[in-house]
C-alpha cells in the first residue's frame, strides 16, 4: 500500500462521524497533500484502498469520501471500479442506492475497528 493509501484509510477510519463524508478536496487538505496532482492523487489511493478492501471482503471504506459536485456521492470511477471489482451492479440507476448501502457498511465497520 502506498504512503497516501495508508494515510487516507488513517484519515477515515478515524475521523469523527460527523465530518463523513469527505470531498476529495478536504481528504487532501487533511493530509497536507500540495499541487500538483493532489486530487488524483487522492483518487488513486482511493482505489487502490478499494482493490484491497475487495480482496479482504470489507466494505468499501473510500464510500466515506464524495465529490463535491453532484449529490453527495463518489466520482464515476469509484462506481466503475466497484463494477470491475464485482460489488456493484452494472446497471447505472441501481449505483445510487448501492451506494448508500456501501457506506452504511463502511461506517458500520469503522465503529468496529
Do not use: C, W
Not at 61 to 89: C, D, H, W, Y
Request: proline share 7%; no cysteine.
Amino acid at each position: 500500500m502506498t504512503d497516501v493509501a495508508t494515510a487516507v484509510r488513517q484519515l477515515l477510519a478515524t475521523a469523527p462521524e460527523k465530518t463523513l463524508p469527505m470531498t476529495y478536496q478536504q481528504v487532501a487538505a487533511a493530509l497536507g497533500l500540495t499541487p500538483p496532482r493532489t486530487i488524483q492523487r487522492v483518487a488513486q489511493a482511493l482505489e487502490q484502498l478499494m482493490r484491497d478492501d475487495a480482496a479482504s471482503h470489507r466494505p468499501f471504506i473510500a464510500a466515506l469520501v464524495v465529490s463535491r459536485r453532484g449529490e453527495n456521492m463518489p466520482a464515476a470511477g469509484f462506481f466503475e471500479l466497484a463494477v470491475a471489482l464485482g460489488r456493484f451492479p452494472t446497471d447505472p440507476t441501481q449505483y445510487a442506492e448501492a451506494y448508500r448501502t456501501e457506506y452504511q457498511q463502511a461506517l458500520a465497520l469503522r465503529s468496529n475497528v
